[in-house]
């Protein structure tokens, strides 16, 4: 029987992560759960972690610092180096609970945490394994690849300049003929707020531009190959328009064994979370989670 609460998880910074543990029983396997750019904890995870209980593990999902209910300013900013340091604090809480095997850990990550959770799982030496859905995993590449302006991003940086930026496209129509000034430039990421907007969730429409700056700067990519003996699983889209389906699959050259990758055929980058994919995902993720424990 599954049971949850709702936690609070302290950074080596010293900020309050919210975050919510689904307990299956004592001394079993854990996955770490946190989301993407701006998504909070209550979005779509709970159902994949719900997935997971049923087949015996446990899970600690949790908000990213400066999204959600977890502590952090400025608000609404993605720094994936710093996101990256709390997923060794999650690990240290979660190993820390009666209900977890602290040999047992896995860290799951999705779009921009599946990057984050490479460069954690090349530090943690303890972790059981590693699943990386669609991660983001070379900011350099992506900036060359979207024209992101650099030296207007260097220029925002004053203490005052809180500017902030939309995250969604308005149409598919604007991301198509190029004038979207979100920071997810993808047709799917359309589908995917209304699909949020159908469900009733709370969720931000607006980042700072720092953002940006941070996210550039993120090279998971360098670190994959130290990941080993870990386990590592990364699930891809083959038409993945936002962390773009050709660096997922260079970056996984670059990592060594032991290794699975999964590509989800005619997939793009959000149809993964929900929908007719959704199930598909969930069998991949736990046939590599029994192939470990």
Same mark, same amino acid.
């Given at each position: ?8 998880? %302290? ?15 004592? !001394? ?22 719900? !997935? ?46 009666? +209900? ?5 850990? *896995?860290?799951?990550? $999705? #779009?921009? #945490? ?9 530090? #943690? ?6 699943? $990386?859905?669609?991660?983001?995993? #070379?900011? &350099? $590449?992506m900036a060359r690849i979207t024209g992101a302006p650099k030296s207007v991003l260097v220029s925002h940086r004053t203490p005052s ?5 939309? @995250?969604?496209?308005? $149409?598919? +129509? ?8 979100? @920071?997810? !430039?993808?047709?799917?990421? *359309?589908?995917?707020?209304? +699909?949020?907007?159908?469900? &009733? ?22 670190? @994959?190959?130290h990941i080993s003996p870990t386990p590592l699983l990364m699930v891809v889209a083959d038409d993945d328009e936002c962390t773009y ?7 996984? +050259? ?5 290794? %699975?990758?999964? @590509? ?16 598909? *995902? ?11 424990f």
């Open positions: 029987m599954v049971a949850f609460r709702d936690v609070d998880i %302290t950074t080596y910074d010293g900020l309050t992560l919210k975050g919510t543990f689904y307990s299956v029983g004592p !001394k079993r396997p854990c996955i770490i759960m946190t989301h993407g750019f701006s998504g909070h904890r209550d979005h779509f995870l709970p159902e994949l972690a719900a !997935k997971f209980n049923d087949a015996g593990y446990g899970a600690l999902v949790y908000d990213n610092r400066c999204w959600g209910e977890s502590e952090g300013l400025p608000r609404c900013e993605a720094d994936p180096v710093k996101q990256t340091r709390d997923y060794l604090d999650a690990f240290n809480f979660a190993a820390a609970l009666p +209900e977890v095997d602290p040999t047992k850990i *896995v860290y799951w990550g $999705s #779009s921009l #945490s599946g990057g984050n959770a490479i460069c954690a799982a090349a530090m #943690s030496k303890g972790l059981a394994g590693i699943i $990386s859905q669609v991660p983001f995993v #070379s900011g &350099g $590449s300049s809180e500017i902030q930026i939309p @995250i969604y496209p308005n $149409s598919v +129509e604007e991301v198509q003929d190029g004038t979207s000034k979100a @920071i997810l !430039k993808d047709a799917g990421a *359309v589908g995917f707020a209304e +699909e949020m907007t159908r469900r &009733g969730y709370n969720f931000d429409k607006m980042a700072t531009l720092q953002s940006l700056t941070n996210t550039i700067m993120h090279e998971p990519t360098g670190v @994959i190959h389906t050709h660096l997922q699959l260079e970056a996984y +050259e670059k990592a060594l064994h032991p290794k %699975t990758l999964k @590509i989800i055929k005619g997939a793009g980058h959000f149809d993964l979370y929900y929908g007719k994919r959704f199930q598909e *995902v969930v069998d991949v993720q736990l046939e590599f989670l029994k192939s470990i």
